[in-house]
């Protein structure tokens, strides 16, 4: 086992920390696969992406509450050693974080000092490039095991107590435009990995890895090829640089044993002339079987898709009555601006309900297939639509929250874009998008959380954000719901009625997923802002 040891004036100053904390390995219990199918189970940890398999995002800590959290201040704060874009959701296991810095950076922080344990580093290849920054959304752990994913489309196993690398295999050529950002789901004894690219015409793919060996055990492809279900549905030979990226961590049923991914964009983005048809699976939610990666169903949110409205939001599952019948489901706040209410044992549409303004479509129909209304296509002069190209939502989380029954969602208000189409031709390695968007000079956009009926999708209260955000959200069994904003503010909310109850400046941008975990019993929250990890309990 390695650890990071403080000498000199660090140990004068706080001999404390002048010893490593960590206890063997063998005195810590794995993170088997069934620990995290009950991960809901172990409050205290934070085992996986989405806090558990059903992507809630949902804490059942309650020492924070709606009376208590006016005292909640920051224990601690960890400040990255490296410039760019943290997106990072931690991970949390018996009093240790791990989080990704940057793309190749793994550093496991004691949870009680935020002193670093160890830190794994690894180049980035300097022509590895991709649409949006390079951000990475965090990690999985499956018993003593971390993976990582990277920017130049690895993915790499890492021994939870040390950093130590174990094994690095290539999923994809990042000179063709493809990366991962997405944080992998470790599912039995397998490694579900995504990939990112959609702007650079990849051919999209969801993979599972073997999480002891890293060898590759089964691989759907999200844009078919001749003789697959729905090639038909790609013009020519547009289907070989059709995108349909996987850039967001899915979620998972063990009693069905279905795996639930978002899909992205088709390529080229906005101009869809050389790719007539659906373009399956492009803006999809599927379900694949964990085992073979067979698809058992798949429902396209958004058929020839012309506006970059990808698909890439956590699907959020959870049981209920609809029309007074128990039912398994599965909902997306899509970016199409759409809200969806799906069987998610056989994928069968049950409601859908815009949940801000759209100008797009009249509606959905008995299969929620959007009824697209005229003249709303990207075209030459500019075509003004709502929502814009960054959608209603985008990658960042929602929650859900078993207690209160309402999916909590960031979203964007006011915010049209005229949509441009342009010519494109691919080169291997540029960018393929077709146009783009333009802002209305002078509207000002703004952020909002709703909260939303999870069955039904109709709005119970909003809670106004001076400007968009790109933060995600968490709920909480002590009542509250969590969130950031653009200007740096971290606060909480009454998860009943939105009421504003405690804020505190970060002094930066937040755009990452706030978790909840415990350390020495104590309820601890976490964020990052710029490029520093708060901690905060009550005093």
């Known amino acids: 086992m390695s650890c990071t040891h403080f000498g000199g004036l660090a140990t004068w100053l706080f001999p404390f920390v ?38 809630h995002r949902f804490s ?16 601690w704060v960890y400040q990255m050693r490296d410039p760019g874009k943290v997106e990072s959701t931690p991970i949390v296991v018996d009093g240790v974080l791990y989080i990704t810095e940057k793309p190749h950076v793994v550093t496991a922080l004691d949870g009680r000092t935020g002193r670093p344990l160890w830190t ?131 979620s998972y049923d063990p009693a069905l044993n279905l795996i639930y991914w978002g899909t992205g964009n088709p390529a080229p983005d906005w101009n869809g002339d050389d790719r007539e048809g659906d373009n399956l699976f492009s803006d999809c939610l599927l379900a694949l079987d964990a085992d073979t990666g067979k698809l058992r169903w798949h429902f396209q949110f958004t058929p020839h898709d012309v506006y970059d409205w990808d698909a890439n939001q956590v699907p ?68 003004l639509v709502y929502p814009g190209l960054g959608g209603a939502t985008n990658w960042y989380s929602p929650t859900y929250s078993p207690q209160t029954r309402l999916f909590y969602v960031l979203v964007r208000e ?34 909002v959380v709703k909260a939303l009926e999870a069955t039904t999708g109709q709005q119970k209260w909003e809670f106004q954000l001076q400007a968009p955000a790109m933060a995600g959200l968490l709920s909480t069994a002590g009542g509250l719901v969590f969130g950031g904003s653009s200007e740096g503010y971290f606060y909480a909310l009454d998860a009943m009625t939105g009421k504003p109850l405690w804020h505190f400046m970060a002094g930066a941008q937040i755009v990452t997923n706030p978790v909840s975990f415990l350390i020495n019993n104590k309820q601890h929250v976490a964020i990052t802002a710029g490029l520093s990890l708060f901690v905060f309990a009550i005093d």
Request: glycine fraction near 12%; hydrophobic fraction near 35%; charge should be positive.
């Open 414 to 447: 006011n915010h049209p874009q005229y949509f441009f189409k342009s010519t494109t031709n691919y080169h291997p390695g540029d960018l393929f998008e077709g146009g783009g968007g333009r802002d209305i000079a002078g509207l000002e956009p703004y952020g």
């Open 316 to 383: 959020v599952l959870f049981d209920a009555n609809v029309n007074g019948k128990p039912r398994k489901l599965v909902a997306q706040a899509n970016r199409n601006a759409f809200y969806y209410v799906l069987d998610r044992v056989t994928g069968e549409f049950l409601s859908g309900t815009p949940y801000i303004k759209q100008t797009w479509a009249k509606g959905l129909d008995a299969k929620g297939r959007p009824i697209k209304l005229p003249n709303t296509e990207p075209s030459a002069e500019g075509t």
């Open 60 to 75: 059942s800590l309650a020492q924070i509450t709606a009376t208590n959290v006016a005292r909640l201040k920051p224990i």
């Open 18 to 55: 002048a010893h490593c904390f960590l206890l063997p390995s063998f005195a810590l219990p794995q993170v088997s696969f069934q620990r995290i199918v009950n991960a809901d189970k172990e409050p205290g940890n934070w085992l996986t992406y989405s806090g558990n398999y059903q992507g």
């Open 120 to 250: 794994y580093r690894r180049s980035t290849p300097p022509n590895a490039r991709g649409c949006c920054g390079i951000p990475n959304r965090g990690l999985a752990i499956l018993n003593d095991t971390l993976y990582l994913t990277t920017f130049d489309s690895h993915l790499v196993a890492l021994d939870r107590h040390t950093g130590k690398q174990i094994w690095d295999v290539v999923v994809a050529d990042y000179k063709l435009g493809y990366t991962m950002t997405a944080a992998p789901l470790a599912v039995k004894d397998k490694i579900i990995v995504g990939i990112a690219g959609g702007e650079y015409g990849i051919r999209g793919f969801l993979d599972a890895y073997d999480a002891q060996t890293g060898k590759r055990v089964w691989r759907f492809w999200t844009v078919p090829g001749p003789g697959e279900p729905g090639h038909e549905t790609w013009e020519g030979e547009s289907w070989k640089t059709g995108g349909a990226p996987t850039w967001v961590t899915g």
